[in-house]
């Protein structure tokens, strides 16, 4: 192993990996107002609405994020319309392109959480709140989301970890994402193995960091499920404390 | 149905040699897993961080990464002994061999926490009564943790075998001839990237809902006994 080349790597490097995060954080933003969407339609009883929503994440998990990316890709040059219509200076960059792959992709992982999360706050809440006379609306609002935001988080930072992962293939689309230019600067200097190594060391950084980031989330939105602080005692947390000791 | 022009037997090759990757990954992933669980849960620290180290880094870095590592790193390994031994030209490694080692390792790291939670929830009761009966480690390890350990890791190893199917797409980046491969070279010929590439779709589609069925039959076969039969 050649240390001095893989830490004259770093800022190239580092510039990758600015790209990663970007497209990252855009899928991770776009995905999530599709998902949200998804999961509506998923949990509708009308037919005409959950079975394209089934259809479509059946279809985005069921296949590689790879064959996404090619068909977004290079899959929509076949048809003439499209590269005669005014999106073609979209679909024709790999930057887009990628980034359309990934948020479908996210969306329909995400959806999948949404929709468990929704459907695991009790049943009684939602009963209750009806009784009380609150709109559908409110009901979402006040009751459903906030517990389901808590039971989905964890899963939600999986999520994003994989995300982070997954984006490693724009590099096959030509983007110097953190893959790309560890790839790139390899075919140059002959030194394949440093340059990944140093790219994956980066890719655990960022990957513990989000995922330090989302215990910490975990924490800060589980109030109700965190013991008092026992006065003059150090305060545990316990996680599987029933809610209403706190009170 | 579109025309493949005479593409489709190729594809059908392709697909043997993804599900072949995809199939012996399993295999040694499985056994990788319940090996660094057994290590995981074992009394000696160093056995334990060794675990640690493996499962973290292999989880942590993305696949497509891990692949190309793979690749390049046995490459100039075997170069270097090869030139050790004072052999002068370039040798290649083999991109199945890579592309199983590796998929094999990324298995294993998932499956090592699936197989560690499903010994975890084993009653400790069976197995002191195991070796109250006489049983040696062995034995109680084969008759009465691993066809219960078994029952409770299905579904997590299913749900890795779907993820690992997906990934030997990754393979192609490293020049295997699985279905990925065959497909761009399909596009090459015919210029019809959206058909190949929606067949390739639709074809890990259907090894994904054929495995979905397959796992839901042995998942029934590895609780049988232990679930009440229902009512016909």
Known sequence: MNIGVMIESIPALLGGAGLTLRLVGLALVAGFAVAFLVALARLSRSPLLWAPAYGFVFFFRGTPLLVQIFLVYYGLSQFPAVRASSLWFILREPFWCALIAFTLNTSAYTAEIMRGAIQAVPRGQIEAAMAIGMSRLTRMRRIVLPQAIRIGLPAYGNEVILLIKASSLASTVTLLDLTGVARTISSVNYMPVELLSMAALIYLAMTFTVTRAFKLLEHAVSADRRQPPIAGGSSQKSLSVASGQAK | ?232
């Open chain 2, 1 to 232: 149905m579109p025309d493949l022009q005479g593409f489709g037997y190729m594809l059908a090759e392709g697909t043997l040699i993804t599900l072949q990757v995809a199939l012996l990954s399993t295999v040694f992933g499985v056994a990788i897993g319940i090996a660094v669980a057994m290590m995981k849960l074992s009394s000696s620290r160093f056995a334990r961080l060794a675990g640690d180290v493996y499962t973290t880094l292999v989880r942590g870095v993305p696949a497509l990464v891990f692949i190309l590592l793979i690749y390049f790193g046995g490459v100039r390994l075997v170069n270097e002994i090869g030139h050790a031994f004072g052999h002068d030209q370039h040798i290649d490694i083999n991109a199945f061999v890579a592309g199983v080692f590796a998929l094999s390792l990324a298995f294993g790291a998932y499956a090592t926490e699936v197989f560690r939670g499903a010994f975890q929830s084993l009653p400790r009761g069976q197995i002191e009564a195991a070796r109250a009966l006489g049983m040696g480690r062995w034995l109680t390890f084969r008759r009465v943790s691993l066809p219960q350990v078994w029952r409770i890791a299905l579904p997590g190893l299913g749900n890795i075998f779907l993820v690992i199917l997906k990934e030997t797409a990754l393979v192609s980046v490293i020049g295997l001839e699985e279905l990925m491969r065959k497909t761009e070279y399909a596009v090459g010929f015919t210029r019809q990237p959206f058909t190949f590439f929606l067949c390739a779709a639709f074809i890990y589609l259907g090894l994904t809902i054929i495995s979905m069925l397959a796992l839901q039959m042995m998942e029934r076969r590895a609780a049988r006994g232990f679930t009440p039969v229902e009512a016909a």
